[in-house]
């Protein structure tokens, strides 16, 4: 494999997070540690700060993207402990129901077949009040604006859906690979890393929903 260097973002900062839209893979988002989100539309030669409206100020950190599959107009973005929702690729953004938390989101995850449905996942934060989750997977079915804390009691650090079963999630948590094959309802442990520790990033291989890649 070859790789060729993309121009930085404009103001620089760390690279957190990247995605890219599943229907043109010239349009890259780029969630920087504290210069806010990015977007290229020409495979990352040029790069230009996604604007904020509707009372959404600019993020400093930006930690998760997820671009829904069915409808890539619509974008959730997760900053340090909240939520924000575009839907229109990107231009303007909304602050969804995910707010009242202190609780680092360490991931996001769009069902691929409704926009609608979106996972958070949340790592522990020592800041967290004593009556907050400090973890676990939330999931709402109204594009953001309601959510529950799904029976998920672990450290969640990456979550992952196959494009051919949306019924089934892969998420990263500290001691391995989990799976639920029922939209979150139930989860179980059924993978395991050689010398386990966290696993910090899952994907899925949009040919085969069962190869699977992590990253600890």
Same mark, same amino acid.
Request: aromatic letters at 8%; proline letters at 3%.
């Given at each position: ?8 973002? %404009?103001?620089? =900062? @760390? ?5 890219? $839209? %599943? ?18 539309? $020409?495979?990352?030669?040029?790069w230009?700060?996604?604007g904020?409206?509707? =009372?959404? &100020? ?12 069915? $409808? &890539? ?8 402990n909240?939520v ?5 690729? =990107? ?20 069902? %691929? ?11 522990? $934060?020592?800041?967290?009040? %004593?009556?907050?989750?400090?973890? =676990?997977?939330?999931?709402? &079915? ?10 998920? #009691? ?13 019924? +089934? ?10 799976? &639920?094959? #029922? ?17 910090n990033?899952?994907? +899925? @291989?949009?040919l #085969? ?8």
């Amino acid at each position: 494999y070859s790789w060729t260097h993309t121009e930085t973002t %404009p103001l620089g =900062g @760390d690279v957190n997070v990247i995605a890219v $839209d %599943p229907q043109d893979a010239d349009i890259i988002f780029a969630g920087t540690e504290h210069a806010g989100l990015w977007r290229s539309t $020409d495979g990352g030669l040029m790069w230009e700060e996604v604007g904020y409206s509707g =009372g959404v &100020t600019r993020l400093g950190k930006t930690k998760a993207i997820a671009i829904a599959p069915s $409808d &890539t107009s619509i974008i959730y973005n997760a900053g340090k402990n909240e939520v924000d929702k575009s839907t229109d690729g =990107g231009l303007h953004w909304t602050r969804t129901g995910l707010l009242d938390t202190q609780v680092l989101i360490q991931a996001l995850a769009v069902d %691929p077949s409704n926009a609608d449905i979106v996972y958070a996942a949340l790592g522990q $934060d020592v800041k967290a009040l %004593p009556n907050q989750p400090k973890l =676990g997977i939330f999931k709402s &079915t109204d594009g953001g604006e309601n959510w529950e804390q799904l029976d998920f #009691d672990n450290f969640a650090f990456a979550l992952a859906i196959p494009s051919s079963a949306s019924n +089934v999630i892969y998420a990263g948590a500290k001691d391995g690979v989990y799976k &639920t094959t #029922d939209s979150g309802e139930h989860w179980t442990k059924g993978y395991s890393l050689e010398g386990e520790g966290l696993v910090n990033s899952v994907a +899925v @291989d949009a040919l #085969d929903a069962d190869t699977l890649y992590a990253a600890t």
